[in-house]
């Protein structure tokens, strides 16, 4: 059975870093495009990237890309949602997601699969 366990969440001052990781299981992410994405209290669900590992293209949303940063590790079938200079508006339920054959062409995308969540709460 297709899993995505997302980790690494949690409170964090706001000016810190974490890094967030998304592991597959039961599949090989090379074949899949993998997003990122948040929903704060009381708002829509936000694109916040899409990387596609067929054509190795990266979409981070404008409004965060020079704080976050995509990688993957296929070796782990994991991918890691890098958070830098975390503000208080960062403060949501983080999720990822696998979209199979999939090409990005901005930082969101349909998901076939999703994990469960991680929550990150920033503290000013």
């Known amino acids: 059975e297709v899993a995505l366990a997302e980790s690494g969440g949690g409170l964090v001052q706001a000016g810190g870093s974490l890094r967030l990781s998304c592991a597959a299981s039961?599949?090989?992410?090379?074949?899949?495009?993998i997003g990122w994405f948040r929903q704060a209290p009381g708002k829509e669900r936000e694109g916040v990237s899409c990387?596609?590992?067929?054509?190795?293209?990266?979409y981070v949303a404008e409004s965060v890309k020079d704080r976050f940063t995509v990688s993957i590790d296929n070796s782990k079938n994991t991918v890691y949602l890098q958070i830098n200079n975390v503000k208080p508006e960062d403060t949501a339920v983080y999720y990822c997601?696998?979209?199979?054959?999939?090409?990005?062409?901005?930082?969101?995308?349909?998901?076939?699969?999703w994990g469960q969540g991680t929550q990150v709460t920033v503290s000013s």
């Open positions: 039961a599949l090989t992410i090379e074949d899949y495009a």
């Open positions: 990387i596609s590992t067929m054509d190795g293209k990266t």
């Open positions: 997601a696998l979209a199979y054959n999939y090409y990005c062409s901005r930082p969101a995308m349909r998901g076939d699969f």
